[in-house]
Nanobody
Framework: EVQLVESGGGLVQAGGSLSLSCPAS????????IAWFRQAPGKEREGVSC????????YYADSVKGRFTISSDNAKNTVYLQMNSLKPEDTAVYYC???????????????????????WGQGTQVTVSS
């Protein structure tokens, strides 16, 4: 059974930090790209960041570049998202998702190219107060 289980969300003041975790199971971790998406009420889902655990390549949306850091622990089949300098506009439900990795896919394509993600977690709420 495939599982992606996000954790680490919560309520934080603007300028604060949170660290999200996404342990994965039921598929070959190294063969997939893992991405974080978020969706705020009334808004479309937005790609935040992605990583390909096999080679460690990462990509960030412009809205989070320099503030968020994605990483993977291949021994634990877990992806993390360290979020610093949080802003009220970062408030959303954050999801991790997995899709088969292809060497010719760019990070931008994984997040913004309409790639179909096979597996999704249930989401974790992040709320940033002003």
């Amino acid at each position: 059974e495939v599982q992606l289980v996000e954790s680490g969300g919560g309520l934080v003041q603007a300028g604060g930090s949170l660290s999200l975790s996404c342990p994965a199971s039921g598929f070959t971790f190294d063969d997939y790209a893992i991405a974080w998406f978020r969706q705020a009420p009334g808004k479309e889902r937005e790609g935040v960041s992605c990583v390909t655990p096999k080679d460690g390549s990462t990509y960030y949306a412009d809205s989070v570049k320099g503030r968020f850091t994605i990483s993977s622990d291949n021994a634990k089949n877990t992806v993390y998202l360290q979020m610093n300098s949080l802003k009220p506009e970062d408030t959303a439900v954050y999801y991790c998702a997995a899709t088969p990795a292809f060497t010719y896919y760019s990070g931008s394509y994984y997040l913004h190219g309409g790639v179909h993600y096979d597996y999704w977690g249930q989401g974790t709420q992040v709320t940033v107060s002003s």
